[in-house]
């Protein structure tokens, strides 16, 4: 049995190009799309977002005279061609999914709701969410956390490059020590950088939990989906 019944996914836009900091790793991209059909197979609904780090970041864009809007509506754009990308991968080992966006691009996608949303993953479909919250200033953290809570999600798995929260981050600080749960408010105090502040807030105001894990160890998603304790759970 599987630990959770629905779920909402977030996966790294930068963690799809690998080792090369940019554009879609075809490898990476297929392990994704097995590792989702994996717990699919065990009858877990998923949602799925993804970011676009990988292509272009809004932020970034405005630090560099990219007014921030535009920058912002081009890293939407960046989450629709990696949505895609994961679409076709997981197309092609038999997971039937569809691509939802938060902005209005048919043919490319169905524009978003809910209920279609729901409906849809009752119908035994991935729904992979594409174009952040629709709305500049938003990052992909605040586009899951809103995604999650709208599709009554169990929990949000944050796939990352790291094993879970540390006091510090572990790539740096060699110190750093794992929590193995922590609350939403000793991330808060502490300022670690599990999400931007506004998604922990969202989370915690409408008791979603978060567990964040390695993505990228290929079988680490089902792992989770059957009770293992390999990342950090963070909830009330």
Known sequence: MARFKRILLKLSGESLAAGSGFGIDVQRLTEYA???????????????????????????????????????????????????????????????????????????????????????????????????TGSPYFTTDTGSSLRGVEIEADVMLKGTRVDGVYTADPEKDPTATKFNDITYSEVLARNLKVMDLSAIVMCSDNNLPIYVFNMDVVGNLRRVMEGEEIGTYVHK
């Open 34 to 132: 097995q590792q989702i059909k994996e717990i699919h197979e065990m009858g877990v609904q998923i949602g799925i977002v993804i970011g676009g780090g990988n292509i272009f970041r809004g932020l970034s864009g405005a630090s560099k005279g990219f007014d921030r809007v535009k920058g912002d509506q081009m890293g939407m754009m960046a989450t629709v061609i990696n949505s895609l990308a994961l679409s076709s991968a997981l197309d092609s080992v038999g997971v039937k999914n569809k691509v939802l966006t938060a902005i209005r691009m048919e043919p490319v996608g169905e524009f978003y709701s809910k209920w279609k949303a729901i409906d849809a993953m009752n119908d035994g479909y991935v729904c992979v969410f594409s174009a952040g």
